[in-house]
């Protein structure tokens, strides 16, 4: 089975820190993708990979950056956490350019800034 | 930019009856492809269905089917014979098929289905 783990499950961070969410996948596939999910806003996408060190911006990026130095794990960064950031984040993969394959997705981590 | 919209925020079913969760989509491409994702209490997102639009045919899973209305814009999710496996949230969403947007998907808010026994 494809296999997309958060490292991290619940996390609790004071404003201002700078917070890593981390994400592998052990599938070798292409694109990745980090999601939040907020009741009433369904899933929005932060941002996603489809190369290593490829990046590009999703809906909401403001306040985040993202790595990907291996392919197999995509790192979300928060560089000054604040308040409105907390949120289930989901992490997700899929197989290279084509549209209908399916996307992966992990098992999220909570994230509380106080 | 492409949106989802899920008009339903809860539904209830009895056990063993239908439900029909409602989706709408706009969008100007013409080839694309509409999921329905389920996700439990655990919070792991599950592929329910998935169904291309350049298919007139309605994509069956077993319990779950879907009737995809092209020209509508409408994309409703139909559970038969509802069991109390079913409870979760559902998402609708909507994939391109251009690369340009990366294949991401874009989700709708959810509609959280409630099965009383």
């Known amino acids: 089975d494809v296999k997309v783990t958060q490292s991290s499950r619940y996390l609790v961070k004071r404003t201002g820190e700078k917070v890593f969410l981390e994400c592998v996948q052990d599938?070798?596939?292409?694109?990745m993708f980090w999601y939040r999910q907020d009741p009433g806003l369904g899933l929005r996408l932060i941002y996603f990979s489809y190369d290593v060190k490829m990046k590009e911006k999703g809906d909401i990026p403001e306040g985040y950056s993202v790595s990907r130095e291996k392919k197999e794990r995509f790192s979300l960064i928060l560089e000054s956490a604040s308040t409105n950031q907390t949120s289930m984040y989901l992490c997700?993969?899929?197989?290279?350019?084509?549209?209908?394959?399916?996307?992966?997705f992990g098992e999220g981590s909570w994230l509380t800034v106080v | 930019a492409q949106t989802v919209t899920q008009s339903q925020p809860e539904m209830s079913v009895q056990e063993a009856e239908t439900v029909t969760l409602s989706c709408t989509y706009d969008t100007s491409e013409s080839d694309y492809y509409l999921f329905w994702y389920k996700q439990p209490p655990s919070r792991q997102m599950i592929l329910v269905i998935r169904?291309?639009?350049?298919?007139?045919q309605n994509a069956t899973e077993n319990r779950f089917s879907v009737n995809f209305q092209k020209a509508a814009k409408s994309f409703s999710l139909k559970i038969s014979d509802s069991q109390l496996g079913d409870a979760a949230m559902y998402f609708c969403?909507?994939?391109?098929?251009?690369?340009?947007?990366?294949?991401?998907?874009?989700f709708g808010a959810g509609t959280i289905l409630r099965v009383k026994s």
């Open positions: 969403a909507y994939r391109d098929l251009e690369r340009k947007y990366g294949n991401k998907l874009v």
């Open positions: 169904q291309e639009a350049y298919k007139q």
């Open positions: 997700a993969s899929s197989v290279g350019s084509v549209s209908g394959n399916t996307i992966y």
């Open positions: 599938m070798d596939h292409e694109n």
